[in-house]
Nanobody
């Protein structure tokens, strides 16, 4: 079981990107899905989560109001819409699943290859 993030690229500061998280082997609507990012030399950080219960979404302050997570069950896909991107958002982005958004990062599983997002200044 693996989740695959895609849709990254190079975008100017202030631009937007939409990342996709596709699943194989599991039905995503049965799981909470978190988005994370990693910069070499820094700790990974969460940038949001969509709950399996009522699709409630949660965001840290650093992306609140700029990032939006949604899911399309018919596509078995979760999306991360990123708006007003800043150079500090440059990272490899990953998605992973858990039983709930309250799970710690270590409790998220099915990590796949991430997708690189680069925001130019």
């Amino acid at each position: 079981v693996q989740l695959q993030a895609s849709g990254g690229g190079l975008v100017p500061s202030g631009g937007s990107l939409r990342l996709s998280c596709a699943a194989s082997g599991i039905t995503l609507k049965d799981y909470s899905v978190g988005w994370f990012r990693r910069v070499p030399g820094k700790q990974s950080e969460g940038v949001g989560c969509i709950s399996s219960k009522n699709d409630n979404t949660y965001y840290p302050d650093l992306v609140k109001g700029r990032f939006i997570i949604s899911r399309v069950n018919s596509e078995n896909t979760v999306y991360l819409q990123m708006n007003n991107l800043k150079p500090g958002d440059t990272a490899v982005y990953y998605c992973a699943s858990a039983s709930g958004c309250e799970a710690s990062m270590a409790e998220f599983g099915s990590w796949g290859q991430g997708t690189q997002v680069t925001v130019s200044s």
